[in-house]
């Protein structure tokens, strides 16, 4: 199997996550492998419950939002760190070889079409 061809598609999708992660959180100081939501910016003028509902609503949008990227994230990552100990490709459950086919769509995939479920 070509590590390197799905090496080389793992690191491109990640970059583009990275990016779309960074429009709505920032990593978690105290955590590298968090994220956190970013509160949308601006003032908000305590009298104006509409404008803080708003900015409440955008928060919690950002959350959910980011709760998917990181996860797509992490299995990215994973996926990485299986290239480098040469267990990529391999199903978890049953250990046999991955589909080609399923890696070229989900190259983060950690199982089989026949143990997917």
Request: charged share 30%; with cysteine.
């Amino acid at each position: 199997m070509n590590t390197d061809h799905y090496k080389k598609k793992i690191e491109e999708e990640l970059a583009a996550v990275e990016k779309e992660l960074a429009t709505v959180g920032h990593k978690n100081p105290d955590n590298a492998n968090d994220w956190e939501a970013t509160p949308d910016e601006g003032e908000i003028l305590e009298s104006d419950d509409q404008e803080v509902a708003d900015k409440i609503t955008g928060y919690e949008g950002n959350t959910a939002i980011l709760k998917q990227l990181e996860i797509r994230y992490n299995e990215l990552t994973d996926a990485l760190g299986r290239i480098s100990d040469g267990t990529y490709g391999v199903c978890s459950v049953g250990g046999e070889p991955i589909e080609e086919a399923r890696l070229e769509a989900n190259p983060a995939a950690t199982t089989c079409v026949s143990h997917m479920q």
